[in-house]
């Protein structure tokens, strides 16, 4: 186990609707990533953030968007759902340091998000 | 975009025999490539990593191989054992103030027949 929750489990949504996924971040990390990852690919990058802002986003419009609270936590948002956005959504947390890249990413094990 | 491909999809070894899953990436300033394991239903798990200055990485019955020349990264898993069956993940990254994005493979299914 990494040590990185993600809640719910399983969410089914209708298209239109607004999503918020939770991503706890491994104790002492600060940094945490999102990924979606479509059924039989590989993860596809989202955003990340650390400290709190944005550092890097990937190919995503806007209605993707995530915060990240003071104690490294995050939320993924996602407005107006359409059927493509059925994924896999995964959390991965790392503690990037100034003096020393730290690389190592742990991922939680998913949100999977089901859209109708 | 630039993205990190596999060779393989799917690829079957005998339980016991030496498995060597390979990688091609096109992005020639990722300086640091990871190989990651998931199993159903699961997130992806971490084996090893290695960095752009290292040629060869040593883990616990995996080793990595990184070719710079060709941009190719191999996973080699010794003595194979059915608890290896999943698919496998490499990913590249270039360092992004003091974190790295992932770049991640489509993946290729170990099988491992007992």
């Known amino acids: 186990e990494t040590g990185v929750t993600q809640s719910p489990t399983h969410l089914i949504k209708t298209r239109g609707q607004q999503v918020t996924l939770r991503c706890s971040s491994q104790?002492?990390?600060?940094?945490v990533s999102w990924y979606q990852q479509a059924l039989g690919q590989g993860p596809q990058f989202i955003f990340q953030?650390?400290?709190?802002?944005?550092?890097g986003r990937g190919n995503f419009p806007p209605r993707f968007s995530g915060l990240q609270f003071p104690n490294y936590s995050s939320e993924l948002n996602v407005n107006a759902l359409e059927l493509d956005d059925s994924a896999l959504y995964l959390c991965?947390?790392?503690?990037?340091?100034?003096?020393?890249?730290?690389?190592?990413?742990?991922f939680g094990p998913g949100t999977r998000l089901t859209v109708t | 975009g630039e993205s990190v491909g596999l060779h393989l999809p799917t690829l079957s070894v005998q339980e016991g025999d030496n498995s060597i899953i390979n990688c091609a990436y096109s992005?020639?300033?990722?300086?640091?490539f990871i190989w990651y394991k998931q199993e159903s239903g699961k997130g992806p798990q971490f084996i090893i990593d290695?960095?752009?200055?290292?040629d060869k990485r040593q883990g616990q019955r995996v080793t990595v191989l990184l070719n710079k020349t060709v941009k190719h990264l191999s996973l080699q898993i010794a003595a194979t054992q059915p608890g290896d069956s999943a698919v496998y993940f490499c990913?590249?990254?270039?360092?992004?103030?003091?974190?790295?994005?992932?770049?991640f493979g489509k993946g290729t299914k170990l099988s491992v027949i007992p």
């Open positions: 991965a947390s790392s503690l990037a340091r100034g003096y020393d890249n730290s690389y190592e990413q742990y």
């Open positions: 104790s002492g990390h600060n940094t």
């Open positions: 953030y650390y400290r709190e802002e944005e550092n």
């Open positions: 992005n020639s300033a990722s300086d640091y």
């Open positions: 290695i960095r752009s200055n290292m």
């Open positions: 990913a590249d990254s270039k360092a992004w103030a003091g974190s790295y994005q992932l770049t």
